[in-house]
């Protein structure tokens, strides 16, 4: 069952504090304050610049939250040194899709390329093997200019499937979307 303070993983990495763990009810002004400032990167994500209300983060949580006990999705949030700064997690489809897990990453910008984001990636997916018993498939939607992205997400076995032409509206021109997919379970 989901604990509260449930950590998944809690060391030190060069100089750094780096603890992961499911999120708790107290997390949603980081969560908040984390999201706002990805938004305004206007990065490789689906908010950009948005800004994001306390009244919808609440819900996004207290849902968050419901979903993790119910075993239908898992979610990781990274602190380094304290601060939230990373947010990862696998959302498993409902009905016919329900052992799809759909899986979402965001590291913050001054830990990017320092293998924050390899770490938090790959305890997602290990938490969504053991307690999403209903997943399979994972799926991930990645601009397909982020090459970084893609070459890491291989590296984890997952493979394109499709490719969405001009699928995103980033930072005012029609990017391309693609599509990966990695089996976890097979049945």
């Not at 984390?34 to 009244?55: D, F, P, R």
């Not at 996004?60 to 990862?88: A, C, D």
């Not at 490719?163 to 379970?185: A, E, F, R, S, W």
């Amino acid at each position: 069952m989901y604990k509260s303070n449930n950590v998944v993983y809690c060391n030190n990495i060069g100089n750094s504090e780096v603890v992961i763990r499911y999120p708790q009810n107290g997390d949603v002004e980081a969560m908040l304050k984390y999201i706002n400032a990805i938004s305004k990167e206007k990065t490789y994500i689906t908010w950009q610049g948005e800004e994001i209300s306390l009244k919808h983060e609440q819900k996004y949580l207290k849902n968050q939250l419901k979903r993790i006990g119910e075993k239908e999705t898992v979610q990781l949030l990274l602190f380094v040194n304290g601060e939230l700064s990373g947010i990862s997690a696998i959302d498993l489809g409902e009905r016919i899709k329900c052992h799809i897990g759909v899986f979402g990453i965001t590291i913050a910008q001054i830990y990017r390329g320092r293998g924050f984001g390899k770490l938090l990636m790959k305890l997602t997916l290990e938490e969504a093997s053991k307690n999403l018993m209903k997943l399979k498939i994972v799926t991930l939607e990645v601009f397909a200019e982020n090459e970084k992205a893609i070459k890491m997400y291989k590296d984890f076995g997952f493979i394109e499937y499709g490719k969405l032409p001009k699928g995103n509206l980033y930072k005012g021109k029609l990017v391309d979307d693609t599509q990966m997919y990695k089996n976890i379970k097979v049945n």
